[in-house]
């Protein structure tokens, strides 16, 4: 069964810092899709990035950016100068293809403070 | 706002109670979910709905009843719940995609229910 872990509950950061989120999932999958979702203390959980296995390129969304390492089963986010409104819960998230509609895998979620 | 919304917001009840959840999604999106969100514990997939067809029904307890009578509006009826299953349940919707091509998931703000 695949399984995803955020070995991190609680993170801070300075404003403007940059900081980086660990996961780590375990799949016997080749082909499968990565998600990091924020959600904000008004709970609309909201999609930040998403990676295809496939592709050897992390992805990148302004500030936010992953380190893929697929051999080591290891999706962190990386947020660079971050802003207040980035504090959140922040949900890593797998999914496999068998399925046409998202079944969704997530982890137990990191708290990020961001300190003004 | 992701395009999901959700009624009530807040909901508490006592356990010989039924109530029922409300989503509604207007994306012209084909699947719609429900999870359970509770404390310290990763999000946990309920029900998945694909062209209002039950597609997966993760062990979940018969006091809690889907309903999906269109692709727009999905229901979770609640009866003689326990304290336990007091948590945050978030709705969400998805189009559906080719194998091996996926979209992300929108969600909803949620329903905090409390259970007496």
């Known amino acids: 069964a695949q399984t995803v872990t955020q070995s991190q509950p609680e993170m801070s950061v300075q404003e403007a810092e940059t900081v980086t989120l660990s996961c780590t999932y375990d799949?016997?999958?080749?082909?499968?899709?990565l998600f990091w979702y924020k959600q904000p203390p008004s709970r609309q959980m909201i999609l930040v990035i998403r990676?295809?296995?496939?592709?050897?390129q992390n992805a990148t969304e302004n500030r936010f950016s992953v380190n893929f390492q697929k051999a080591a089963k290891s999706f962190s986010l990386k947020i660079s100068d971050s802003q207040l409104g980035d504090a959140a819960m922040y949900f890593c998230?797998?999914?496999?293809?068998?399925?046409?509609?998202?079944?969704?895998?997530f982890g137990p979620g990191t708290s990020l403070s961001v300190i003004p | 706002e992701t395009g999901v919304t959700q009624t009530p917001r807040h909901l508490v009840m006592g356990m010989t109670n039924k109530k029922s959840l409300k989503c509604e999604q207007h994306?012209?999106?084909?699947?719609m979910y429900w999870y359970k969100q509770s404390a310290k514990k990763p999000l946990e997939l309920m029900f998945v709905?694909?062209?209002?067809?039950?597609?997966e029904n993760n062990s979940v307890p018969s006091r809690f009843s889907p309903e999906c009578p269109n692709s727009s509006h999905l229901f979770l009826h609640l009866h003689t719940l326990q304290p336990e299953d007091s948590a945050l349940y978030l709705c969400?919707?998805?189009?559906?995609?080719?194998?091996?091509?996926?979209?992300?998931?929108?969600f909803g703000p949620g329903t905090r229910l409390t259970v007496l």
């Open positions: 709905y694909s062209l209002e067809e039950r597609v």
């Open positions: 799949t016997s999958e080749s082909d499968y899709y």
């Open positions: 990676q295809e296995a496939y592709k050897q």
């Open positions: 994306l012209g999106h084909n699947a």
């Open positions: 969400a919707s998805s189009p559906l995609g080719l194998a091996g091509i996926t979209d992300t998931q929108y």
């Open positions: 998230a797998y999914r496999n293809l068998k399925t046409s509609y998202d079944k969704v895998i």
